[in-house]
Every structure is written in C-alpha cells, then in structure tokens.
C-alpha cells in the first residue's frame, strides 16, 4: 500500500516546515522530522525513515498523482478535485509520501 497525502497551509512554506520540524521534536511526537535527523531543507523536499515531504517551488510544483484503476481515494475536497484545483485555491500544495507497506503478495 503507498500513500500520499496532498495538502496545503496558509502559511509561507519555510515557516510551514519550520512548524513541522517543531513538532516532530515533540515528546511522544508521531512525526518523523525533527531538526536533529533532518537536514535543512534542500532544494525540493525533506526525509527520514521513508517519509518524504515535498512542495511546490516556483517553476517546478508538485506533481499530479496518477489516475490508477483499482485505487482507492478518499479526500475532503470533491471526488473530481485535483492537486492544480488545491493549488489554484490555497496556493502551495504540499506532498508527503509515507513509506510503502506491504500487507498481503500475490506471486
């Protein structure tokens, strides 16, 4: 199973990150990033641990997912919303990819 979750946030990008990377650094915290295993941000996204967090930057935005048959979705947003419709209403789409996880395999 992979999972991707598109978002946005009202805030500048750098300060946005800034607040992720402050509550990964949390007691208890379910975050991944922190400022200790984390290296400042580089050109396009931040990881750790199979986590990948990434963002638009001007000329290079995120990129729309695939549109794969036997895929499920679920989103706040309409079922026809797309990350160009997020980016077009709250600005900055953000991207973070959780580790793959492989539950069941058919060989």
């Not at 048959?69 to 989103?75: E, M």
Request: glycine residues 6%.
């Amino acid at each position: 199973m992979r999972v991707t979750a598109y978002y946005s946030s009202p805030l500048p990008p750098a300060e946005t990150i800034g607040r992720i990377l402050d509550a990964g650094e949390q007691p208890l915290s379910p975050i991944p990033f922190t400022r200790a295993n984390t290296p400042l941000p580089s050109a396009d996204e931040i990881a750790h641990a199979g986590h990948i967090l990434t963002w638009d930057h001007p000329g290079q935005p995120v990129t729309e997912p695939e549109r794969l048959t036997g895929v499920y979705r679920y989103v706040r947003e309409p079922a026809s919303s797309s990350v160009g419709e997020i980016r077009w209403q709250h600005g900055i789409v953000f991207a973070l990819a959780l580790p793959p996880d492989y539950y069941y395999r058919m060989s």
